[in-house]
């Protein structure tokens, strides 16, 4: 599916070729919290890095978050980089060199009509604001950190893999 996005004030568009369009996965870490607003849930769709297209590119911004380990204090960098508007804070898409044939837009900046899952995974749970309140649905799946499915083997499992225009 093509899908196309923007920042809220339109300074920055961008296209890119999604295989798995829907926009399931609902993490609530305080790095997708705290950058993207609200409960979070912004690694939750998958595209073809090599197809992105990007217009107004001097607006994007870059942040690689770090993660403190809470009982030794250790500090790691995130391998994730996030993008974002540098012009009103639009939070874009992620990227991750440990998977550089994928891109992962914010469901929260796609334009385009996206499908509705048939069901959710709410992950990262364990740093889930108290203030957050969990909508599992009867089928969906909850996880303290990661799901035990990737976003392709859920698309995979529902059958409902590469929907093209």
């Known amino acids: ?4 996005g923007s920042c809220h004030c339109g300074s920055v568009r961008f296209s890119l070729h999604s295989a798995h369009p829907y926009p399931f996965n609902l993490c609530y870490c305080s790095i997708c919290r705290k950058t993207a607003g609200g ?9 073809d890095y090599n197809t992105m297209q990007v217009l107004g590119h001097e607006h994007v911004g870059i942040y690689q978050p770090t993660n403190i380990d809470a009982e030794t204090g250790k500090v790691e960098t ?20 440990r998977w550089p044939e994928l891109v992962h837009p914010f469901a929260s900046a796609i334009d ?18 108290p203030w957050v309140e969990v909508h599992a649905g009867p089928h969906d799946k909850k996880f303290d950190l990661y799901p035990d499915e990737s976003i392709a083997d859920w698309h995979k499992r529902l059958g409902l893999e590469d929907h093209d225009d």
């Open 112 to 129: 385009s009509d996206l499908p509705t899952p048939p069901e959710h995974t709410h992950m990262m749970l364990q740093f889930k604001a």
């Open 39 to 47: 409960g979070g849930y912004a690694i939750n769709l998958a595209g």
């Open 1 to 4: 599916m093509q899908l196309d």
């Open 78 to 97: 995130n391998e994730s980089i996030r993008h974002f508007c540098t012009r009103c804070g639009s939070a874009l898409w992620i990227w991750d060199k």
